[in-house]
């Protein structure tokens, strides 16, 4: 089954401790993203890669880390969690880009931080 | 801000009415997409509308985009139960690699 997969689906945390949340899809995507969902604020992109070793920042980079080592895996790292990112996580891919591809999404990470 | 903005923000039916959506975007567009987001999970697409297009069909979806008034809309006939989600618009412009998202519509069809 075509599928993105994230890890774990539900997480408390305290400040400062590292956390990383892992996104894997099967369908051979190139392009992966990380968004967050707030009350208010909708969806906004952390970081997107288009390929292996090639990220990049989105609208809300701060705080939060990528890496892109294989094409399946689009790890989130939080290097000193703060309560500011206490939200929903989603990871998403398509098979090139943005535009005329359909995103396909994760089930979510809700993360709280105290 | 490149946001687009739906509306109305909540819309409440009758099992078997039809439900329209609205979204509006600021800038050009390459294309639009609608996706459907249950309580606190994933997004799933709908359907995408590319920026020559005026209309589309998917079932029981019909989208229309115009793209001189910079809007969209998402018409869902006759409504059922499990349609209850929260409907978000999503715009991809040139030159950027990402999707930006409206606030979304929260829909909710009553038995």
């Known amino acids: 089954e075509a599928q993105v997969t994230q890890n774990p689906r539900y997480l408390i945390t305290v400040t400062g401790k590292k956390l990383t949340v892992t996104c894997s899809q099967n369908?051979?995507?190139?392009?992966m993203s990380w968004y967050r969902q707030d009350p208010g604020l909708g969806l906004r992109q952390i970081y997107y890669?288009?390929?292996?070793?090639?990220?990049d920042k989105g609208d809300v980079p701060e705080g939060y880390k990528v890496s892109r080592k294989e094409k399946r895996n689009f790890p989130l790292i939080l290097e000193s969690p703060s309560p500011n990112q206490t939200s929903l996580y989603f990871c998403?891919?398509?098979?090139?880009?943005?535009?005329?591809?359909?995103?396909?999404f994760g089930p979510g990470t809700r993360l709280t931080v105290t | 801000s490149q946001q687009g903005e739906e509306d109305p923000q909540a819309l409440s039916i009758q099992e078997g009415e039809n439900a329209t959506m609205n979204c509006s975007y600021k800038?050009?567009?390459?294309?639009l997409q609608w996706y459907r987001q249950n309580s606190g999970r994933g997004l799933v697409h709908l359907i995408l509308?590319?920026?020559?297009?005026r209309e589309k069909h998917s079932g029981r979806l019909r989208v229309t985009l115009d793209t001189s008034k910079k809007s969209s809309s998402l018409l869902i006939t006759a409504s059922r139960a499990a349609d209850t989600a929260s409907y978000f618009c999503?715009?991809?412009?040139?030159?950027?690699?990402?999707?930006?998202f409206g606030q979304g519509t929260r829909l909710t069809i009553n038995p």
């Open positions: 998403a891919s398509s098979f090139i880009g943005t535009s005329g591809y359909e995103q396909y």
């Open positions: 369908m051979n995507h190139e392009y």
């Open positions: 890669s288009m390929n292996v070793e090639v990220t």
């Open positions: 800038t050009s567009i390459n294309n």
């Open positions: 509308i590319r920026s020559n297009e």
């Open positions: 999503a715009t991809d412009f040139e030159g950027a690699q990402k999707l930006v």
